[in-house]
């Protein structure tokens, strides 16, 4: 079905099933299959990039999580996404992703990835649920969730470390926070007043796979 204009209303109109239909139902599916949402995307950090993405290796524990804003600028319904080792890692390695939204108050994907002591590759995390990220800013979240023998490094983007004050109540733009009990599981909520801004943090580099 294809786009239908608005419809101009009437006062005392009597309105239908059919109208809502037309207007409400169909229009919303004409602009999904139109490509107004997105099944693709690389989030972009907040704040200004300087340079190529790089190879940084996470820290080397299982408690410190480094944390970048990101922002989604179309709605898109993720069902997995994706990532780039480039070296190191053990036999147990498993790396934890997680996105909160920008008040740290929601978490709304959390995956592991079983990666090991793998080549350089890009990895593919399966979402479960689909799950969708309407526009806005969001915290993405990364970290040994196993550490074992040595860290593994991640493509991250390169960013202008002068534009990221700390601002009381609000997230740094990137920075690391240290998880009690290490990082076996995201917590539900993280506190953005918390991160520790550094210089070279990480704002890690991940792709947003969705569906038509």
Partial sequence: MGWT???????????????????????????????????????????????????????ANDDLAHLGVITVPLSITVKSLQYYVSAGGGATTAIRIAIYTEDGATKVIDVVDACGACAASIRTVDVVPDTVLTPGNYIVWIGHSVYSTSAKSVIRFT?????????????????????AGGLGAAPATIDIDAFTSVAGALIPEVRLIGAA
């Fill in 5 to 59: 204009a608005p419809r101009t209303w009437v006062a005392g109109e009597v309105i239908t099933k059919a109208m809502l239909d037309e207007q409400i139902r169909d229009n919303e599916l004409a602009m999904f299959s139109s490509g107004v949402h997105a099944v693709s995307m690389i989030p972009l950090p907040v704040e200004p990039l300087t340079a190529a993405s790089a190879s940084i290796a996470l820290p």
């Fill in 159 to 179: 960013y202008d470390v002068t534009f990221n004050p700390h601002v009381a109540n609000e997230p740094d733009l990137s920075g690391t926070l240290t998880i």
